[in-house]
C-alpha cells in the first residue's frame, strides 16, 4: 500500500541529493513497489579484450565510433582511433562528449605509452574530467614513477591522493570505476551541495566518496562557480599518447531530457532575433556552459539543447525549436505544453 510522504522529509530528499534514506511512500516489504529494471551486467574486460558494458549503459566509445566525442568547442575530435583504441593526439586539445552527463557512474580503461617516456607529471599523464574542464581524477603512469601524491593516479587532482597506488606497468590496460555526484547549486548561484567522488582503480578502492573543494587546479584552491549540473566528461590532452578503450557511463540521477553541449558554430547560427506571432520577438543569445537564452514577454530563460535543433528549459515548461525554411532559420516557441 502507497501512503503519502511527509511533506517536509520529500522536500528535503529532493533538495538534497546527497541525503539518502528509503523512501517513505512504501511499506516494507510492499508488494505493489515497482520491481528493479533487469539489466544485463555485460563482461568484464580481459587485457587482450575489453568486455561487454551493461545492458543500460550509454557507450561512449566501443573501439571504432567516436561520434559521441567532439574537441572541446564541439568540433571534430583530433584524437585517433587506432587499432580499436582513443588515442590522445598530444598537442591537440582535450577530447570531450558531446552529450552531457550528471550524476553518473563512469567506467573508463587507459593504458600509459611504452616504453615510458619522460617522469613525474611528464610521464603518461592525461585525466578524466567531470564537468567539462573542472573536476580531473589524475590519469597518470604511477608505476615506479614518484611524483607528488595529490598528481598521481587516481589522485582528485590537487586535492586527495589515492588511498594505494595500484597502477599497472606501462602498456597494460586499466580500468576506472568512478561515481560521480555533481555539485548543486540554487537558481542565485550559491553552492548548495559540493561534488563528491568515488573510484575504483583496477577494482581497488582508492576514493571513498571524498567531496571535491571546488575545480581541481595546480597550486590553487580554486572555490567553487556555478555551472550547470549536467556537463559533458572531457579527457585530457597533457601532451602524451595515452590510449583509451571500452568507456561507457550510466546516469544515476532521473531527468526529463537527455542533454547535449552543441558545437560554438552550431549555438552561434541560432543567435539572433525571431519573431513570435506578431506578438513581440524573441531574442537569442549566447550564454556559459553551451547554453542559449530565449528573452521574450520581459522575461530571461535559460535554454539546454536536447538535440541539434530542440531546447528546453529546466525550471519552467518553455521549449524552442529551430527550423530551416528556404535556407533562413525560424524559432517555434511553446510554453506550457
Ligand atoms: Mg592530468
Known amino acids: 500500500m502507497k501512503t503519502p510522504a511527509a511533506p517536509a522529509l520529500a522536500i528535503l530528499l529532493a533538495a538534497s541529493p546527497l541525503l539518502s534514506a528509503p523512501d517513505p511512500?512504501?511499506?516494507?516489504?510492499?508488494?505493489?513497489?515497482?520491481?528493479?529494471?533487469?539489466?544485463?551486467?555485460?563482461?568484464f574486460s580481459s587485457q587482450e579484450q575489453p568486455g561487454r558494458p551493461p545492458s543500460d549503459a550509454t557507450v561512449l566509445f566501443n573501439g571504432s565510433d567516436i561520434s559521441q566525442w567532439a574537441s572541446m568547442d564541439g568540433s571534430p575530435t583530433k584524437w585517433v582511433v587506432k587499432d580499436g583504441v582513443f588515442q590522445c593526439v598530444p598537442?591537440?586539445?582535450?577530447?570531450?562528449?558531446?552529450?552531457?552527463?550528471?550524476?553518473?557512474?563512469?567506467?573508463?580503461?587507459?593504458a600509459s605509452p611504452t616504453p615510458p617516456h619522460g617522469n613525474s607529471q611528464g610521464r603518461g599523464?592525461?585525466?578524466?574530467?567531470?564537468?567539462?574542464d573542472r573536476y580531473e581524477c589524475q590519469v597518470l603512469d604511477s608505476f615506479e614513477n614518484r611524483t607528488y601524491a595529490d598528481g598521481s593516479a587516481a589522485a582528485i587532482y590537487g586535492q586527495y591522493p589515492?588511498?594505494?597506488?595500484?597502477?599497472?606497468?606501462?602498456?597494460?590496460?586499466?580500468?576506472?570505476?568512478?561515481?560521480?555526484?555533481?555539485?548543486?547549486?540554487?537558481?542565485?548561484?550559491?553552492?548548495?551541495?559540493?561534488?563528491?567522488?568515488?573510484?575504483f582503480h583496477n577494482g581497488v578502492l582508492v576514493q571513498n566518496n571524498v567531496e571535491l573543494t571546488g575545480p581541481t587546479s595546480w597550486l590553487e584552491r580554486a572555490p567553487y562557480k556555478a555551472h550547470p549540473e549536467r556537463l559533458p566528461i572531457a579527457l585530457q590532452d597533457h601532451g602524451n599518447p595515452v590510449r583509451f578503450r571500452n568507456i561507457w557511463v550510466r546516469e544515476l540521477a532521473t531527468y526529463r531530457h537527455k542533454e547535449f553541449m552543441l558545437p560554438d558554430s552550431v549555438l552561434d547560427g541560432y543567435v539572433g532575433d525571431y519573431p513570435r506571432g506578431g506578438r513581440d520577438v524573441i531574442?537569442?543569445?549566447?550564454?556559459?556552459?553551451?547554453?542559449?537564452?530565449?528573452?521574450?514577454?520581459?522575461?530571461?530563460?535559460?535554454?539546454?539543447?536536447?538535440s541539434p535543433t530542440r531546447f528546453y528549459a529546466l525550471t519552467t515548461d518553455v521549449q524552442g525549436e529551430f527550423t530551416d525554411k528556404d535556407g533562413k532559420k525560424e524559432l517555434r516557441v511553446t510554453v506550457g505544453d
Open 91 to 110: 598537442g591537440s586539445g582535450y577530447a570531450r562528449t558531446l552529450e552531457s552527463f550528471g550524476d553518473c557512474q563512469l567506467h573508463v580503461e587507459w
Open 125 to 132: 599523464n592525461s585525466g578524466v574530467f567531470f564537468g567539462f
Open 283 to 306: 531574442h537569442v543569445a549566447r550564454a556559459a556552459d553551451g547554453l542559449l537564452t530565449f528573452n521574450f514577454g520581459g522575461a530571461d530563460f535559460v535554454m539546454h539543447a536536447e
Open 162 to 199: 589515492p588511498l594505494v597506488n595500484v597502477t599497472r606497468p606501462p602498456g597494460q590496460w586499466q580500468t576506472y570505476d568512478i561515481l560521480w555526484t555533481a555539485p548543486r547549486f540554487d537558481a542565485n548561484g550559491k553552492l548548495v551541495s559540493k561534488a563528491r567522488e568515488t573510484v
Open 25 to 43: 511512500s512504501w511499506l516494507d516489504h510492499d508488494r505493489d513497489r515497482p520491481q528493479p529494471a533487469v539489466v544485463d551486467p555485460g563482461t
